[in-house]
């Protein structure tokens, strides 16, 4: 059979197989970033929580999130993928059930810290085991499918968190929802292969074609330097990178962390279940066009142009939000919102992997991740920290627009192929 012929062949096995349980697993990961969203509102004065302060409880997460990210993606590479993360969701489910026995502010702030520190990990890792299980050319849609389970978990835990909210203490909500993890890790231990050749589901030509073809993506790469990790993090796009993913993801989560609060507005102090219901219906729509932004990065080769795009339009949803009255058209936008800082994920993910070599891109991802990922904290901090102080939450989604446009700058200004520098490299970055 020809080179040609052997994709038609390669698998549907693998994105049935690995793709599905790395997306439950990390669905309920994200889980602990949504039910708070949604606890929050419905807390009624309990640890006495300003606006600010709810903005601390979510964005301490992300603090706690920086430390693990580079050990966890060396781990990963160098030991093992598998054995990594289930350590981690072992870890965090038990860390998950503590922050529902908090009993003041201050433990509430360390049991987020201490969540975000076991769950930081994990992003990194999974990259690194889709790296050894997808060749270039599919993953940005890899990827995509991998990361569905950020809209998906807020689309299913969202109204699930309302409902429990509404028959439950919140305490209890937090306690409950750490349970999934522990029993998800031992499906993860037995479903998932650290890369083809170690898979009991695929065919041995299989494996063989697959790690040939990521070899073949290896070896056009251009070298890092010395190939040391040094070299690689001090090259200029990675850290382009870092600044785009810490502009985009402060954006991000303050949209996302404050989005069932102004849903409860909309709705004039709606339940928790009908709160939680409709907070479903924006990240059902981010869901489509991540997998439809995925697909077309992957079919042009444009992964600039399908991270900016999309988060044009999302500058333009915000800030359009803030001045039309109305449920409804305020509803659409948080829709628009939505899908637009959601859609950048796959092609955004694919980039690193088609600039860096397999070993040094686990640092680098690793290094964009952490730092990135700080605006996690900036975000929903801004945001209720500027509205406590303005009485109005109008100014820190106008900040956060203009976080947005930092990110759109970045990536379509700073990940320009640049003239100089060798063909190959040229020929790298071109298709970024």
């Known amino acids: 059979m020809t080179t040609d012929a ?23 990961a994200y889980l602990d970033r949504n039910n708070v969203s949604v606890i929050l509102p419905y807390m009624h004065g309990d640890l006495a929580l300003s606006n600010a302060d709810k903005g601390m409880v979510g964005g301490i997460f992300f603090v706690g999130y920086v430390f693990l990210q580079i050990p966890a993606a060396v781990l990963a590479q160098r030991w093992s993928a598998r ?26 702030y360390i049991a987020r810290l201490v969540l975000g520190f076991f769950e930081g990990g994990v992003w990194p890792a999974v990259l690194i085991l889709l790296a050894s299980w997808f060749p270039l050319r599919e993953r940005a849609r890899a990827n995509a499918l991998w990361m569905t389970c950020l809209p998906l978990s807020s689309i299913l835990m969202a109204p699930l968190s309302g409902w429990m909210l509404d028959h439950a203490s919140w305490r209890w909500v937090l306690v409950l929802q750490g349970i999934p993890p522990l029993l998800w890790a031992v499906v993860w231990w037995f479903a998932v292969a650290d890369r083809p050749g170690q898979a009991r589901w695929i065919s041995r030509a299989e494996a063989d074609h697959l790690e040939r073809s990521i070899a073949g993506d290896e070896a056009a790469k251009p070298a890092a330097g010395g190939g040391s990790y040094l070299d690689a993090v001090k090259q200029r796009s990675v850290l382009v990178l870092i600044g785009v993913y810490f502009f985009w993801i402060t954006g991000f989560y303050g949209f996302s962390l404050w989005l069932p609060s102004v849903i409860k507005e909309l709705t004039h102090n709606g339940s928790s279940t009908e ?12 869901l489509a066009a991540m997998i439809a932004n995925a697909a077309w990065s992957d079919r042009t080769g444009k992964r600039r142009q399908a991270v900016a795009v999309p988060l044009v339009v999302g500058i333009a949803a915000l800030l359009l939000g803030q001045a039309v009255d ?56 801004l945001v209720g920290w500027l509205t406590d102080t303005t009485g109005s939450s109008v100014t820190g989604f106008a900040v956060l627009a203009a976080f947005l446009a930092v990110a759109v700058a970045l990536v379509t200004i700073g990940l320009r192929p640049r003239e100089r520098g060798t063909r190959r490299t040229a020929a790298v970055a071109e298709r970024v």
Do not use: D, H
Not at 6 to 17: E, F, L, S
Not at 275 to 286: D, E, M, S
Not at 343 to 349: L, N, Q, T
């Open 326 to 381: 109305g449920a409804f058209p305020r509803m659409v936008l948080l829709c628009v919102t939505a899908a637009a800082v959601y859609a950048p994920y796959g092609p955004f993910w694919a980039i690193p992997g088609q600039l860096l070599r397999f070993e040094v891109v686990a640092v680098a991802m690793g290094l964009i991740n952490a730092l990135g990922n700080l605006g996690g904290f900036a975000g929903p901090y």
């Open 83 to 108: 054995k990594t993360v289930v350590l981690l969701m072992i870890a965090w489910g038990l860390a998950a059930m503590l922050s529902g026995l908090v009993q003041s502010k201050t433990q509430f």
């Open 6 to 28: 052997m994709p038609q062949a390669v698998p549907a096995k693998r994105w049935m197989y690995v793709i599905p349980v790395a997306a439950i697993m990390y669905m309920l």
């Open 275 to 286: 709160v939680g219901l409709l907070t479903a219906i924006p990240f059902t729509i981010a």
